[in-house]
């Protein structure tokens, strides 16, 4: 168990110092943030990141936890 979670805790680690300018923007976003300028453009980009991890970050837990309900069937 604890070599599992050392490697989960290694990617996890890699995963968040490893990373790199996402520009998550559409066409019409992308426009509409060069017609703003750098900063609010900046910004523009970081807010549809920041809105987008919510219904990622619900979508991983309903996965984890059906995840532990199939293991635990398994184990039984």
């Known amino acids: 168990m604890n070599r599992k979670f050392g ?40 807010a549809i990141i920041y809105l987008a991890f919510t219904p990622l970050a619900i979508m991983g837990y309903i996965g984890w936890r059906w995840w532990q309900n199939e293991k635990e069937q398994y184990n039984d």
């Open 7 to 46: 490697v989960l805790l290694a990617c996890i680690l890699v995963l968040l110092f490893n990373t790199q300018p996402v520009l998550a923007q559409c066409s019409i976003c992308t426009k509409t943030a060069s017609q703003l300028g750098e900063g609010p453009g900046k910004a523009l980009n970081s």
